[in-house]
């Protein structure tokens, strides 16, 4: 029998409960598809930070390498640590250490989901680039606390991860409608995004069934609420593609919906799958946190650790819930009612 073993990072807030969640739905996935997932809790968070001054330990990469997929919950505590310090101590070094430079965002209402669009036939698949970019973390501020402090912050594009990013959005769009659109800023960023624009054009090339449209960020913000339907493949930088999925959780009906996969294609490391929300303190001990797009996470990694059947399976029985009224409106239900009812749905 296939054994796989998962790092679980729940992280801060309804990270916990969601994890959980999605744990016990991976779990009855796997007995019905004949394969075990063995997991791993780690408690890096801002409360280990507080405890510890370090978001995880010093050989907490090494420790992560040796497993086949990791599941996140959230991260982010901002009342006592900074975003700044938890992003860029936790979530930003795994998907840098593992080359996951593609962080995949599908986007498309779930049945009995309501949307804020009257637009109710879309399926957007969002690529956003997630190891360099705007992310990059080059800079630095000098002459600080004076009147003449000043901060810079370089966005850092190489060859390398541009073309690998639409490379990798053009085998997507070809597995689904064929259809790819390129985001970018090129009339305003004449270095980076012309660049950009540049290696687009000369990939088309070589992917002629791929139908290549190439948009600036701020009409593309537009469309996905104008015509989401007339969208397929998104590609975008770290931060526009950051910003656009955002946009794509809301037309898909909120946070609570949107999944996400940080991946490593080559499989020299492991992939890391989270839902976009983030850690949410507000709605932290009410046991109402919204576990679908977590699920659903749990389901795109059961795809990528080749258990297609059971991811398959994760997604009709989350769709036969949703269909059911029961999590598609936020806060109606309990994260308990809603896993129930998953469970459930899977026979």
């Known amino acids: 029998m296939t054994s796989y073993q998962i790092a679980l990072i729940p992280g801060d807030g309804i990270g916990g409960p969601v994890v959980d969640a999605t744990w016990e739905v991976l779990g009855a996935a796997a007995r019905q598809g004949g394969f075990t997932l063995e997991g791993t809790r780690f408690p890096w968070s801002c409360a280990f930070y507080r405890e510890t001054g370090a978001m995880m330990p010093a050989d907490g990469i ?75 973390g080059a800079g630095g501020r000098v002459h600080g606390g004076t009147a003449d402090e000043v901060a810079v912050e370089t966005s850092i594009f190489t060859r390398k991860g541009v073309e690998r990013i ?19 800023k090129s009339n ?83 992939s890391m799958f989270e839902p976009v929300h983030g850690s949410a303190p507000d709605i932290a001990h009410l046991g109402i946190a919204n576990p679908i797009a977590a699920i659903w996470s749990g389901a795109m990694m059961l795809d990528h650790l080749g258990e297609a059947e059971a991811a398959a399976a994760v997604l009709r029985a989350v769709e036969r819930t949703t269909a059911q009224g029961i999590g598609a409106v936020p806060g109606r239900h309990k994260t308990d009612e809603i896993t129930r009812a998953v469970l459930q749905a899977m026979g």
């Open 166 to 184: 639409l490379r990798f959005g053009f085998e997507q769009a070809r597995r689904r409608r064929g259809k790819l659109a390129s985001v970018t």
């Open 62 to 136: 090494a420790t992560l390498r040796r497993f086949d997929a990791i599941l996140l919950g959230a991260v982010g505590w901002p009342a006592e640590v900074p975003d700044s310090v938890s992003l860029h101590g936790l979530l930003l070094p795994i998907r840098k250490n593992f080359v996951q430079y593609a962080n995949i965002r599908p986007h498309r209402l779930l049945p009995g989901v309501e949307g804020p669009l009257r637009a109710t036939e879309f399926d957007i698949l969002c690529i956003r680039e997630n190891t360099e970019g705007e992310y990059s």
């Open 188 to 270: 305003a960023q004449k270095h980076s995004m012309v660049f950009w624009d540049e290696v687009t054009e000369q990939l088309a090339a070589e992917y002629g069934d791929v139908e290549v449209t190439r948009y600036h960020i701020d009409a593309m913000a537009a469309r996905m609420v104008m015509a989401p339907e007339s969208l397929d493949v998104v590609v975008a930088s770290n931060l526009f593609g950051d910003i656009l999925t955002d946009l794509g959780a809301a037309i898909q009906g909120g946070l609570g919906f949107a999944a996400s996969a940080n991946i490593n294609p080559d499989r020299s490391a492991p």
